[in-house]
């Protein structure tokens, strides 16, 4: 990716800064002066911290001419998404329900961002409460794909995903809890990871549903999302769900090559309902792995196509749930009233945005007394169903691929009055929240409109390694994807 500021990526920021070659002062400002020059158009931050990234980057100076080396990170500029906690600075989830919160606490990922040299530049737009596939239910304004201004970068990390391809920043954060960060990197042509459930701590993340919720990075290479992934990942005793287990290494295996994996297409996710010119890329991905030593197959994963009706009584159940501790007393927003009771049905009232609501609903219903075990309790049975099939897959297949996302970035206001057709974006991605799996989206070239389209590569839980080689080999092999700079102008 190139931008006017050079082509860093975050490898070799941090190799120039802990050198004592760049200073992190000089790395932040084209950064921050690209914000001020795009974002206004674009929207990506709900907030920019300029001055704290400032002081942030000549501290980490002071520490290197002192012979200190201050981490894998250092000076690397990093976007986060506005659902992670950070001390102090105001955290939205786009809502307004959170209007006035400062977390007292840090995000376990980003005292990890800190203490490895990394140094924030600001809060990254989403939908309200992460729920959306667009960034468009942010209480605070859409974001646009700096691909295309007209169009939606993706959800519900479009702000994170927007922020790399614009380059404001080499790496982001995101969360995905049915494909809000695989879907936006596809949209907006850079690569994002959904690790396996437990990898990464989410202490600190506001939760969605909890079972689904995973914290990953955004950048404009494998190897930086594998680099920022190392930092991030490993056990964390504050998340009961993290996996007590060193964080895998991941820059290393890089330069494996694909040599003998078995690699699977998803047969039920690349034909219907997927736009052809994705299919095509998927086909052209696949037959590249091919050359480059890897066995393709079909595979066929059937209650896959499942997913989107089993997620959407799951996530909304456990979100309605999440949710509850939005009162007017806790946190944020409080529209006063006669009573407690009116008092919280004013603030959740005004607080929340129309989706919100309606997952509210949904997730309410799900889980009453007398529908509970129609709908919940089947969709857990379904839940089983599909992580069985992709168990049976694994059998045969190493790791397997299929399309990040049906389309390209669809138009702003396109979908935004049809919830269904919203959530059918994320046909593809959802069953590996599902079953804990781990997934990756990579750009792979173009759609006849010329928007980037993301191939996705899927690995069982703990299979970050084989995801990783697959997802090399694919950007070695990727048609000469369209790259943006800040100014807006594309390049080829
Ligand atoms: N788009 C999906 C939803 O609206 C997934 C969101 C996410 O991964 N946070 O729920």
Redesign the pocket.
């Known amino acids: 990716m190139s931008t006017s500021h050079g082509t860093a990526t975050a490898v070799d920021i941090a190799a120039a800064v802990r050198a004592g070659e760049r200073s992190a002062v000089e790395v932040l400002e084209p950064y921050l002066a690209a914000i001020e020059a795009r974002d206004a158009e674009l929207h990506a931050f709900n907030l920019v911290t300029a001055d704290e990234a400032r002081d942030a980057a000549a501290a980490l100076d002071r520490r290197v001419a002192a012979g200190e080396d201050p981490g894998p990170l250092a000076g690397v500029p990093v976007a986060l998404k506005d659902n992670l906690c950070t001390r102090g600075v105001p955290t939205t989830c786009s809502s307004r329900i959170l209007e006035g919160w400062r977390p007292p606490y840090d995000a376990t990922v980003v005292a990890r961002l800190t203490a490895a040299g990394a140094v924030s530049v600001g809060k990254t737009n989403l ?1 309200e409460f ?4 667009s960034t468009e239910n942010s209480a605070f304004g859409p974001t646009r794909n700096p691909h295309d201004p007209t169009r939606v970068p993706g ?2 990390s479009g702000g994170s995903a927007a922020a790399v391809a614009a380059g404001f920043a080499p790496v982001a954060l995101g ?7 695989r ?1 936006p990197a596809a949209l907006c042509g850079v690569v994002g990871v959904k690790p396996t459930y437990g990898l990464v701590s989410r202490y600190g993340l506001v939760a ?1 549903a909890s079972s689904l919720d995973q914290i990953g990075p955004f950048a404009t290479t494998v190897r930086d999302a594998a680099l920022l992934l190392e930092v991030i990942a490993g056990h964390d005793p504050c998340d009961s769900t993290s996996i007590p287990q060193p964080a895998p290494g991941l820059v290393d295996v890089l330069d494996r090559g694909v040599e003998g994996l078995r690699v699977g297409v998803i047969a039920e996710l690349t034909g219907e309902g997927i736009a052809p010119d994705v299919a095509r890329r998927v086909t052209e991905a696949a037959e590249a792995l091919e050359r480059a030593g890897a066995t393709v197959g079909e595979a066929s994963v059937p209650a896959a196509a499942l997913g989107l009706s089993a ?1 959407y009584l799951i ?1 909304p159940a456990e979100a309605s749930s999440n949710l509850a501790r939005y009162d007017g007393v806790r946190y944020g927003l409080r529209v006063d009233a006669r009573t407690t009771g009116e008092m919280m049905e004013a603030s959740r009232t005004a607080g929340f945005g129309d989706e919100v609501k309606r997952r509210i609903m949904l997730g309410t219903y799900a889980l009453s007394a007398g529908y509970r075990d129609a709908y919940y309790g089947k969709a857990l049975r379904v839940r089983t169903l599909i992580a069985r099939d992709f168990a049976a897959a694994y059998e045969r297949f190493d790791v397997l691929l299929s399309p990040t996302s049906p389309t390209t970035a669809f138009p702003i206001g396109d979908k935004a009055a049809d919830p269904l057709s ?2 059918l ?2 046909v593809c991605t ?1 069953p590996t ?1 599902l079953v804990g799996d781990a997934a990756m989206s990579v750009p792979f070239g173009t759609g006849d409109d010329g928007l980037p389209v993301g191939v996705q590569v899927l690995a069982p839980a703990l299979g970050e390694v084989p995801m990783f080689r697959v997802g090399a080999a694919l950007e070695a092999a990727a048609p000469g994807a369209a790259a943006v700079r800040p100014d807006g102008e594309e390049q080829p």
């Open positions: 939908d992460a729920m959306g596939s959800g519900s969360s995905d809890t049915g494909g809000s960060i879907q969605f997620y996530a919203m959530y974006n994320d959802i929240n």
